[in-house]
C-alpha cells in the first residue's frame, strides 16, 4: 500500500530473465491491484455514520463486537486514502477542522508552525524547499485561522475550501510532506530519546530519511510520537484488530494529554473519528 | 519565464515549485546547469562538469530532466546524451538511498540535489547495475576529452553553457545526502536481483551494494508463499476427494 506508484513503471524485459521468478510477479500485480484500489478511495472522504463500519464486516463477530463499543463512544467516522499517507492526512485534517472552533488552541498552533521552519533549516534541511512546502501549508493554515472562532457559516465556507484543498493531489501531499517534515525534525532534535525506538543498527537520522521523510512510508508509533509532541497536540488512537475482547483499546500520544485528533487504527491504516 | 506562467496553473504546487527551482537555476555555474526547454516546465536540459580529479576531469556532459506530473512527491528522471563511459546514453536513471528501495526519494530534494549527486556518483563503481557502462580508465578519458566538443540540438555547443561562476557551496547536510544517493536504471526499480551479489567492496560507502536483509527476508517469504500454495492444493484435493465420497455414497 506504501507503494511509490513509479513502482508500476514498465518493467520489459524480465520475462527473458528465468530467475526472476512468478512470486515476484504476482507480488507486483497485486501492488499494481492495491495502487488502482487506492485511487478510487477519496484521499479524505465525507463524513459517515460509524456503523457503515459493519457493512465491511458482516459475517465477522470479532469485528462487528468491536465497532458496538467503538459506537458507545463515537458517532462518525471519516475515511482516508490507504497509501501510506493516511497518518498524517488523518491528522492535519482533523486538526485544522478541530482548529475552526477553536480560536486559543489555533493561536497556540499557529505560533508552533511559524517556528518550525526555522527549526527544520537550522537542522540542515534544505531552506530552498523547506520554504516551499512550509508556505504551501501555512497558507491553508492562516485560511483556517482567518474564520476560526467565527461564525457558523464563516466556518462552513472554510471547511468546505479545508475539504477541496485535502483532496486535491497537489495541496493534500504538500501537507504530508510538511508535517513529515516537522516530524522527522523532532526526531532529529531529540535524537536520544528516539533512539530507543529504532530497532536495529539505524540511527535516528538514517531512519528518518528511510521512513519518515519519503512519501508513502506508513506511520508507527514513533511518527506519532513525535508529532504529537512537536505540536503539543493530543492524539488518541483507537486499535481495533482481530485481538481477544470486545473492547477497542485506546492510546493517547503524547502519553496523558488531552485528546484533540482522534483516529481509528485498523492495521495498516487510519481513518479519522468523531464523538 | 512569461510564458510558462501562462501556460502552467501556478496555483499548482507542483509548477509552482519547477518554477521557483527555475529561477535558483536559471545562472549557470562552473559545476552544473539546468533549464526548461522551450516552454515545457516538465522536461529540462541540464549540463555537469565531469568531478575534478577522476576519470571524467574535463568532461563536460549533457542530459535531459524528465519531471514526473507528481514531481516532487516522485523521483525526477536523468537521461545521459552526451557518451561519458558511466552511464548509457539515452537511457533513463532514477536516484534513490543507496541500498534501499527506489521510494525513499524525497520531496525535500530538487533538481539540484539531483544534479549534485549525479556529479558525486559517476565516479563509483558501475557494478553491472543496470544503466551503468564500465569502461576503462582509458576510454573515460577519452571521452572526456571529445565530449568538450559534443552538441546537443536544443542547446548548442554545450561547452558554453557553464559559466566561471562558483554553484552555491554544498552544506554538511546536503553533502551526507549525496554521499547516499544512487543512479539505477529503470528497470531495476520493478525487480530486486534475486540472488544476494556478493559484495566486493569493504568499504562503507558500498553504493550499489544488495540489502542483504532484504533478500533473505524475501527468500523466507517464497518458501512461507511455496508452502502456502502447497497446503492450499491439499486443501482443494481433500475437499475435492470428500466430495466424490459424498456422491458415491448417494
Redesign the interface.
Given at each position: 500500500m506504501?507503494?511509490?506508484?513509479?513502482?508500476s513503471?514498465?518493467?520489459?524485459?524480465?520475462l527473458v530473465d528465468n530467475?526472476?521468478?512468478q512470486?515476484?510477479l504476482i507480488m507486483?500485480q497485486q501492488r499494481e491491484i492495491e495502487k488502482e484500489i487506492s485511487e478510487s478511495i477519496p484521499l479524505v472522504g465525507d463524513l459517515e455514520e460509524l456503523a457503515s463500519l459493519e457493512k465491511e464486516y458482516n459475517e465477522d463477530p470479532v469485528y462487528l463486537l468491536k465497532i458496538k463499543d467503538l459506537a458507545s463512544k463515537y458517532k462518525c467516522i471519516r475515511r482516508t486514502r490507504p497509501d501510506g499517507n493516511c497518518f498524517f492526512r488523518a491528522f492535519s485534517y482533523a486538526y485544522l477542522e478541530h482548529l475552526l472552533n477553536d480560536k486559543d488552541e489555533y493561536e497556540k498552533f499557529h505560533e508552533i508552525a511559524k517556528n518550525s521552519k526555522d527549526i527544520l533549516v537550522a537542522?540542515?534541511?534544505?531552506q530552498?524547499?523547506?520554504e516551499?512546502?512550509y508556505e504551501?501549508f501555512m497558507e491553508v493554515v492562516q485560511r483556517v485561522g482567518e474564520q476560526a472562532g467565527g461564525s457558523p457559516e464563516a466556518i462552513e465556507g472554510v471547511r468546505t475550501e479545508l475539504h477541496e484543498k485535502f483532496n486535491k493531489?497537489?495541496?493534500s501531499?504538500?501537507i504530508v510532506?510538511y508535517l513529515r517534515?516537522i516530524t522527522s525534525g523532532q526526531l532529529q532534535t531529540q535524537h536520544d530519546f528516539y533512539q530507543n525506538f529504532i530497532e536495529g543498527p539505524r540511527t535516528v537520522?538514517e531512519f528518518c530519511?528511510?521512513e519518515v521523510?519519503?512519501?508513502?512510508?506508513e506511520s508507527d508509533h514513533i511518527h506519532i510520537i513525535a508529532l504529537s509532541n512537536a505540536l503539543n497536540v493530543g492524539v488518541r488512537v483507537k486499535y481495533m484488530d482481530r485481538g481477544e475482547g470486545s473492547q477497542v483499546i485506546a492510546h493517547d500520544f503524547p502519553e496523558g494529554s488531552k485528546a484533540i485528533v482522534h483516529l481509528l487504527y485498523r492495521p495498516g491504516h487510519y481513518d479519522i473519528l468523531y464523538a | 519565464m512569461a510564458d510558462i506562467g501562462d501556460k502552467y496553473n501556478t496555483k499548482c504546487p507542483g509548477v509552482k515549485r519547477l518554477m521557483r527551482e527555475a529561477l535558483e537555476l536559471a545562472e549557470a555555474t562552473e559545476e552544473y546547469c539546468a533549464r526548461p526547454i522551450e516552454d515545457n516546465l516538465f522536461e529540462w536540459h541540464f549540463t555537469v562538469r565531469g568531478p575534478p580529479g577522476t576519470d571524467f576531469d574535463g568532461g563536460i556532459y549533457h542530459g535531459r530532466i524528465l519531471l514526473p506530473k507528481e514531481y516532487p512527491m516522485h523521483p525526477p528522471h536523468i537521461i545521459l546524451l552526451t557518451p561519458n563511459g558511466r552511464f548509457e546514453v539515452n537511457k533513463k536513471i532514477c536516484l534513490s538511498i543507496s541500498g534501499y528501495h527506489p521510494e525513499t526519494w524525497q520531496p525535500s530534494w530538487s533538481i539540484r540535489t539531483a544534479l549534485l549527486a549525479l556529479i558525486a556518483f559517476m565516479p563509483t563503481p558501475a557494478e553491472g547495475t543496470i544503466g551503468s557502462l564500465d569502461y576503462t580508465p582509458a576510454e573515460r578519458k577519452a571521452l572526456a576529452k571529445k565530449s568538450v566538443s559534443w552538441t546537443c540540438s536544443e542547446c548548442g555547443d554545450i561547452a558554453l553553457l557553464l559559466s566561471s561562476n562558483a554553484a552555491k557551496p554544498v552544506t554538511e547536510e546536503e553533502k551526507s545526502v549525496l554521499d547516499q544517493i544512487a543512479f539505477k536504471g529503470e528497470e531495476e526499480q520493478a525487480t530486486k536481483p534475486p540472488e544476494p551479489e556478493p559484495t566486493y567492496e569493504p568499504e562503507p560507502q558500498v553504493l550499489e551494494s544488495v540489502d542483504t536483509s532484504t533478500t533473505v527476508l524475501d527468500q523466507v517469504l517464497e518458501i512461507i508463499v511455496a508452502l502456502l500454495l502447497g497446503a492450499i492444493a491439499i486443501f482443494i484435493y481433500r475437499r475435492w476427494n470428500a466430495y466424490a465420497q459424498v456422491d458415491t455414497e448417494l
Open positions: 506504501a507503494d511509490d506508484a513509479s513502482s513503471s514498465a518493467c520489459t524485459g524480465n530467475s526472476i521468478n512470486d515476484e507486483k537542522l540542515g534541511f534544505p530552498f524547499t523547506v516551499d512546502f504551501t493531489q497537489g495541496y501531499d504538500y510532506v517534515l537520522t530519511r528511510q521523510e519519503p512519501m508513502y512510508k | -
